[in-house]
């Protein structure tokens, strides 16, 4: 008897007719969102995770409703170059979101003598936090599709952290640490 391994890996392969090219935009952002990894223009790849198997279950038939063909697959193991490939290229990916990410933030700190004191105008002050919530908003989302522990987290939670010197207390969504997930015991 054969036992079953269960899968590792989700592959979505899908075709759309040509003509309007709305449903491939919309499934080409609905995957980077995701943190798909591209095999070929008409296939992507995403760990085994029953979460991600009913995104790509519900993306195979937004493909069908516009008249093309998807298939998810379950794949139990790839051939050890091929699924080096696919980390490696996974992480790449995730690793510039963090660098991008990062930049920004840096950005924001080179602005430092711009930003406003707690006595100034309040729309100036809320400008400030707005940005620094969606510093903090960015990197969550990025942290989520991030499954395979790519470089550049550490660096770019701690670069958005420096950021909170410039906190107004205006918005409750601001946290005190961008990545409450992290180990912070060597800061």
Same mark, same amino acid.
């Given at each position: 008897?054969?036992?079953?391994?269960?899968?590792?890996?989700?592959?979505?392969?899908?075709?759309?007719?040509?003509?309007?090219?709305?449903?491939?935009?919309?499934?080409?952002?609905?995957?980077?969102?995701?943190?798909?990894?591209?095999?070929?223009?008409?296939?992507?790849?995403?760990?085994?995770?029953?979460?991600?198997?009913?995104?790509?279950?519900?993306?195979?038939?937004?493909?069908?409703?516009?008249?093309?063909?998807?298939?998810?697959?379950?794949?139990?193991?790839?051939?050890?170059?091929?699924?080096?490939?696919?980390?490696?290229?996974?992480?790449?990916?995730?690793?510039? +979101?963090? @660098?991008?990410?990062?930049?920004?933030? !840096?950005?924001?700190?080179? %602005? *430092?003598?711009?930003?406003? =004191?707690? &006595?100034?105008?309040?729309?100036?002050?809320?400008?400030? +936090?707005? @940005?620094?919530?969606?510093?903090?908003? !960015?990197?969550?989302?990025? %942290? *989520?599709?991030?499954?395979? =522990?790519? &470089?550049?987290?550490?660096?770019?939670?701690?670069?958005?952290?420096?950021?909170?010197?410039?906190?107004?207390?205006?918005?409750?969504?601001?946290?005190?640490?961008?990545?409450?997930?992290?180990?912070?015991?060597?800061?």
């Amino acid at each position: 008897m054969t036992s079953i391994s269960a899968p590792r890996w989700l592959v979505l392969t899908w075709r759309l007719p040509s003509g309007s090219s709305t449903p491939r935009v919309n499934l080409w952002r609905t995957l980077r969102r995701l943190g798909a990894g591209l095999l070929t223009p008409g296939a992507a790849i995403l760990p085994f995770r029953d979460d991600l198997q009913e995104q790509l279950d519900w993306l195979a038939q937004e493909v069908e409703e516009h008249d093309g063909d998807a298939w998810v697959l379950p794949v139990v193991d790839l051939g050890e170059r091929e699924e080096a490939r696919v980390c490696k290229r996974m992480r790449a990916d995730r690793q510039a +979101e963090y @660098e991008q990410l990062r930049s920004e933030a !840096r950005d924001f700190l080179e %602005r *430092a003598p711009q930003h406003p =004191g707690p &006595h100034d105008d309040y729309s100036r002050r809320l400008r400030t +936090e707005k @940005e620094l919530v969606a510093l903090q908003r !960015r990197f969550r989302k990025i %942290r *989520a599709r991030d499954y395979l =522990g790519a &470089h550049g987290r550490w660096e770019a939670a701690l670069t958005i952290d420096r950021c909170l010197a410039f906190r107004q207390g205006i918005s409750a969504r601001l946290t005190q640490a961008t990545d409450d997930q992290l180990d912070r015991g060597d800061e």
